[in-house]
């Protein structure tokens, strides 16, 4: 067999371990002169395991030797092409396709979970308080490729992760030196119970006056990609007078609170505003809600004409009397009933 990319091969061992129920790992590579790579061994993760010459009896689970021989061995041909030049099947011991995914090389946490993960941290949700709704929405706990002691490893590790190598040290300098220079550049750290750095906030002087004038409404956004800290960067966004949106800065100060924040339906984002700004409306973001005109309608037989007159209704009208015309038009029209999505977006756009 042959590969295109290197990606390519890890893909296609990972899949076949999991289907047979083992771990994997890179046992060794060789790269060329000018450094690239050009052969690699992927191996079974029992591959190579010893005991200590020091056996010690009170060990409940003492290492067993094990030195299985499955592999796969892979060579770069001039051609540009990945090569399978050597392939071991046989196992030394027993396989478990079953507990597959919980092996180390197959754990995996995508981008979403790893946000959902952060923000109940940061709220104060439980772990098991958080896992469940993740194993709840990946239909069972064989659909989920991680396990409860994954996601606490996961909150220490990303509360750590700005502390390292110095990085920690220098923003809070930047930050020093930026106060020094203008008294109304605001930041506050959060720290954790080691003195690591964990939520970092900050606003110049530009975004607290545009706060002031602007800060009716506020948009909550966090759908920035993640940086190599795995930590997303959120944006707190207004609207000013020439409709256009303008950075508030990434933390909302104490003094004047905002009417309305505009985020989507997370329950943990929920809580938050709730704790912080009592007094503040929560709204759902138009966005979302329009996103989901497929899931709800697409099996009415005039789905294109609901869909365009929904948009009309919603995006085409300016006033409140403009909207409640067109809007009861639009449900007498195609006879709809109205459902918790539809008086969703009915009450966040009469607003």
């Not at 900050?202 to 800290?229: C, I, M, P, Q």
Request: glycine letters at 6%; one cysteine or more.
């Amino acid at each position: 067999m042959c590969f295109s990319c290197l990606d390519e091969v890890k893909s296609f061992y990972e899949e076949y371990a999991s289907r047979k129920g083992f771990g994997w790992k890179i046992r060794s590579s060789r790269k060329w002169q000018d450094g690239e790579l050009c052969y690699l061994i992927l191996s079974c993760s029992i591959e190579g395991s010893k005991v200590s010459k020091n056996l010690c009896t009170l060990k409940t689970l003492p290492t067993k030797v094990n030195s299985c021989p499955v592999k796969i061995v892979i060579k770069l041909d001039k051609d540009g092409l990945w090569y399978i030049t050597k392939f071991e099947p046989n196992h030394t011991h027993k396989t478990s396709p079953t507990k597959a995914r919980l092996f180390k090389a197959n754990k995996k946490m995508n981008l979403h979970v790893k946000r959902t993960i952060q923000i109940n941290d940061y709220v104060g949700v439980r772990m098991n308080k958080t896992f469940q709704p993740l194993v709840k929405d990946a239909g069972g706990h064989e659909n989920v490729p991680f396990c409860e002691r994954d996601v606490r490893n996961y909150v220490n590790k990303e509360r750590r992760a700005i502390g390292k190598e110095g990085d920690g040290k220098a923003l809070i300098s930047y930050f020093y030196q930026m106060r020094e220079q203008n008294s109304d550049f605001f930041y506050d750290i959060d720290l954790d119970d080691d003195f690591y750095i964990r939520n970092v906030f900050w606003t110049d002087a530009r975004s607290r006056a545009a706060y002031e004038y602007f800060g009716y409404v506020v948009t909550f956004d966090t759908t920035y990609l993640t940086n190599k800290y795995d930590m997303p960067f959120v944006v707190f966004v207004g609207v000013n007078h020439h409709g256009q949106s303008t950075l508030l800065g990434c933390g909302l100060l104490s003094g004047k609170v905002p009417l309305d924040i505009m985020t989507n339906q997370c329950k943990a984002i929920k809580n938050a505003i709730e704790l912080v700004f009592p007094t503040t409306r929560r709204r759902w973001c138009l966005w979302h809600i329009m996103k989901k005109i497929p899931e709800k309608l697409y099996q009415h037989n005039e789905y294109k004409k609901i869909k365009f007159a929904l948009k009309e209704a919603v995006y085409d009208t300016f006033t409140k009397e403009t909207f409640e015309e067109k809007w009861c038009f639009f449900i007498k029209k195609f006879e709809l009933q109205q459902n918790d999505w539809l008086n969703g977006l009915y009450n966040e756009r009469h607003r």
